[in-house]
C-alpha cells in the first residue's frame, strides 16, 4: 500500500509540475512522426500488391524478418553508425522500420481481401486501374489499413521508451531516471502512464475503426440470391387438389 500511495503521489507531482506534458509532447512527436513516414513509404508499396497480386511473397519474407529485428539494438546500431549528432535521425529511421511491417501488411492485405466481383464489376463499367485503385479498392481495404496503423502506432508507442537511452527524452526519461536511483515509486508511475497512453490511443482506433463500419460498405462476397420458388406443374396441381367427397 505505501508504494501504491507514493506511486500516486509521485504521477500527482508528475503532472502538476508541468513536466509531464513536455515528456508526452517529445513521445508522441516520435510517434506519430514515425508513423507518418512509414505510411508513405509502406501505403503505395502495399496497395501496388494488393492491386497487382504480385510481389506479396517477398513484401511478407521482408516483414517477418523487420519484425524479428530488436528494435533496441537497431537504434543504438544507427546511433553508432551516424554519429552522436544525429541520434534524433537514428531514432527515427528504426521506429519507422519497426512501424513498416504492420503498415504494409494492412495496405496489402485490406486490398486482397476485397470480393473479386466488386473489382470486376468496376471494370465492366469501364473504370481504368488507377480509378478502381483509389476509387474502389482503396476505400474497401481501409478497415484493414486502419487495423494495421493501430498495430505500428501501439508498437511504437512503446518502444519510443527507448529513446530516453539515448538522451532523446519522452515519456521513458523518468523512467531510466529512476532505475539507477531506485526509486520504485517513479519507475512504475511512469511505465503507468506509458501503458495509459497507450491504452487511449488504442481506444482511439477501435473507436475509428467502429466510424468506418458504418460509413463504408463491406465489399465482401454478394449475397446469395434467393432461390426462385418452384411453381407447380398443371398435373402437380391436380394431384393435391382435394378430392370431392
Not at 508526452?24 to 496497395?47: D, K, N, R
Not at 517477398?58 to 530488436?70: C, D, E, K
Request: proline share 5%; no cysteine; aromatic share 6%.
Amino acid at each position: 500500500m505505501d508504494l501504491i500511495g507514493a506511486t500516486l503521489a509521485w504521477i500527482a507531482g508528475f503532472v502538476g509540475s508541468g513536466e509531464l506534458w513536455q515528456r508526452l509532447g517529445e513521445h508522441l512527436t516520435y510517434t506519430f512522426g514515425s508513423v507518418l513516414i512509414a505510411l508513405v513509404i509502406a501505403v503505395p508499396i502495399g496497395y501496388l500488391i494488393g492491386h497487382t497480386g504480385k510481389g506479396r511473397e517477398l513484401a511478407v519474407g521482408i516483414t517477418g524478418a523487420a519484425r524479428a529485428l530488436p528494435s533496441f539494438g537497431l537504434m543504438l546500431l544507427l546511433v553508432s553508425l551516424v554519429g552522436v549528432v544525429q541520434r534524433p535521425i537514428a531514432a527515427y529511421a528504426a521506429f519507422v522500420i519497426l512501424a513498416v511491417p504492420s503498415i504494409l501488411a494492412g495496405a496489402y492485405s485490406g486490398i486482397q481481401a476485397i470480393d473479386k466481383t466488386t473489382v470486376d464489376a468496376a471494370r465492366a463499367i469501364g473504370m481504368t486501374e488507377w480509378q478502381i485503385l483509389w476509387k474502389v479498392e482503396a476505400p474497401l481495404g481501409l478497415r484493414l489499413l486502419v487495423g494495421g496503423i493501430r498495430s505500428a502506432t501501439l508498437q511504437v508507442v512503446a518502444t519510443v521508451t527507448l529513446a530516453a537511452y539515448i538522451n532523446l527524452g519522452g515519456l521513458g526519461y523518468p523512467l531510466l531516471q529512476a532505475i539507477p536511483l531506485r526509486r520504485d515509486e517513479q519507475a512504475f508511475g511512469a511505465a503507468i502512464i506509458v501503458i495509459v497512453l497507450a491504452l487511449l490511443l488504442d481506444a482511439a482506433f477501435g473507436l475509428i475503426g467502429v466510424l468506418l463500419d458504418r460509413l463504408i460498405p463491406t465489399g465482401a462476397a454478394p449475397r446469395r440470391p434467393r432461390r426462385p420458388r418452384a411453381v407447380p406443374t398443371r398435373r402437380a396441381r391436380m394431384v393435391e387438389a382435394p378430392t370431392a367427397s
